[in-house]
């Protein structure tokens, strides 16, 4: 049982390029989600999704595409990258008990450097 | 919307000392909290979360929290603090029945041996 996984751990990109951040779990958990987390800012939701084939916005979704065609996987794409989306990524996952609040379980990150 | 506020953005305490780490947070209803703690390089790893029932919850690695809900509070605490539990330390929440965390600026934790 591995958990939460995240690939690849660390990326430069140059400001304009595309990439996909992936995030696989393997404990049939129905929710999943990304964040980012900044310095002095905590962590942010960017997107998530409650099953395969339903994706939702978060917080912060600007620049951020997301699809669930799995359970296991909840991959990140970022179109054009901009400085700004310099960050580090986590990728959460959990069950999803409808009206109860699960824990969230995170991957250990994606440090990304848009240059 | 809701937020949290972590009002101690770094704390420094001897190895053997207790600690307390403050979570404030805005919301209308009973909501569900939690914390989590992240060590450097590392993801996060919940250390305990409030639902519901007892306001004094039990955690990992000896924390425990306690919901307070007439101060709108849920603060982090340790009796002994180890050198190990250097790291930084998050306090989010969810709305009930939401899985979407709004979590704090977090509080980095240093322990002087």
């Known amino acids: 049982n591995a958990g939460v996984t995240q690939t690849p751990k660390f990326q430069v990109l140059k400001t304009g390029q595309s990439m996909t951040l992936q995030c696989a779990q393997d404990m049939n958990h129905e929710y999943m989600s990304w964040y980012r987390q900044d310095p002095g800012m905590g962590l942010r939701l960017i997107h998530y999704?409650?099953?395969?084939?339903?994706?939702d916005q978060g917080e912060v979704p600007n620049g951020y595409n997301v699809s669930r065609s799995t359970t296991e996987d909840f991959p990140l794409r970022l179109l054009s990258a901009a400085p700004s989306q310099t960050s580090v990524y986590f990728c959460a996952s959990s069950h999803y008990r409808g009206e109860s609040t699960d824990t969230q379980y995170f991957g250990p990150g994606t440090r990304l450097t848009v240059l | 919307a809701q937020s949290v506020t972590q009002p101690d953005i770094h704390i420094t305490v001897s190895e053997g000392a207790s600690l307390e780490l403050r979570c404030n947070y805005s919301y209308g209803a009973t909501p569900y909290l939690f914390w989590y703690v992240q060590s450097p390089g590392q993801g996060l790893q919940l250390l305990l979360k409030y639902f519901s029932g007892d306001t004094l919850v039990q955690g990992i690695k000896g924390f425990e929290a306690e919901f307070k809900r007439s101060q709108s509070s849920f603060n982090l605490r340790k009796p002994s603090v180890h050198w190990s539990d250097a790291a930084e330390y998050f306090c989010a929440v969810a709305e009930a029945g939401s899985y979407q965390l709004t979590f704090g600026k977090g509080t980095k934790l240093s322990v002087i041996p």
């Open positions: 999704s409650v099953g395969a084939g339903i994706t």
